[in-house]
């Protein structure tokens, strides 16, 4: 949005006025990036969810636009990882060329994968985890190909990646102010994963969100009469225990980052769930 100096300013000024002033500006600042963050990451969600849909993006995400600003890239390749499990490059282009941010998930060495496609790209740095590359607009789409092919003979299957959990919450916890809590322990990524709550709790009603997708209500029982959140579960529907009909006769613990889920302009209480484990019928 501006530049680091400002910060370097406020902490060196003896000025009490200064000080104040550069607060405010960067504060100003503050908020207008994270507009600007969340209206990029509503149209990266938008297009990648409708690209799943249609069978792309099958082992990682590279999408590019000349709207976006190249300085919340990264933040939002890091939640298009988290939300979509996949390796993900956003890319905010510009008239002769684009910059963009890639984020690894699962392990998965990207600056090799970068290495592989490199032929379409302007220039590349970084390491395995985080990245960042720079290329023409019209070697988008070829990059997208050869980067996703790279990708898929890389070791790492994130259906046999351990889940590493925090520790366990109740519904009750998971209100609007300890989520914004929550908030404030990121950014998350390598060396600072995000934190895994698991939660037990009756799916009170789901439905299926094209074709991959599950959206749940849970609640503190089945009948529900007590407290309910929602959740999502992306890629949940290809569990068979899950998207029948007897999940509404359960109870299990669901394992999730609890979160505020921002989405045009809204933010819900929700939890991101990464599996579940059926106890029993109630």
């Known amino acids: 949005m501006s530049h680091a100096n400002l ?6 000024t003896e000025d009490s006025q200064k000080a104040t002033n550069l607060a405010q500006e960067l504060e100003r600042l503050n908020q207008e990036r994270t507009q600007v963050q969340n209206r990029v990451w509503d149209e990266v969600r938008e297009r990648v969810e409708k690209g799943i849909s249609e069978g792309k993006f099958t082992h990682s995400i590279v999408v590019a636009d000349p709207s976006w600003h190249e300085g919340v890239v990264g933040i939002v390749a890091s939640r298009a990882t988290e939300t979509f499990n996949r390796p993900a490059a956003i890319i905010a282009l510009r008239d002769e060329f684009g910059k963009g941010s890639v984020r690894s998930y699962g392990g998965k060495d990207i600056l090799s994968a970068l290495r592989e496609s490199s032929q379409y790209l302007l220039g590349f740095g970084g390491h395995k985890h985080a990245a960042g ?14 980067f996703d ?20 919450c109740s519904i009750e916890n998971l209100d609007f102010k300890t989520l914004a809590e929550l908030e404030r322990l990121g950014p998350f990524g390598p060396g600072n994963p995000e934190p895994v709550f698991t939660v037990r709790a009756a799916a009170l009603s789901h439905r299926i969100l094209k074709g991959r997708h599950i959206k749940l209500s849970l609640g503190n029982d089945v009948v529900g009469r007590g407290l ?19 999940l509404l006769e359960i109870e299990a613990e669901w394992a999730g980052v609890p979160e505020l889920n921002r989405f045009r302009g809204k933010a819900t209480p929700t939890l991101r769930i990464k599996d579940c484990r059926l106890i029993h019928h109630c």
């Open 7 to 12: 910060a370097c300013e406020l902490l060196c």
């Open 133 to 146: 590359l720079s290329i023409k607009p019209d070697h988008v789409d070829a990059f997208a190909e050869a």
């Open 149 to 168: 092919t790279a990708l898929a003979s890389k070791d790492a299957d994130p259906d046999l990646l351990p889940l590493f959990v925090e520790g366990e």
């Open 228 to 246: 309910a959140i929602e959740g999502i579960w992306f890629y949940g529907a290809e569990r068979e225990d899950v998207t029948s009909k007897k």
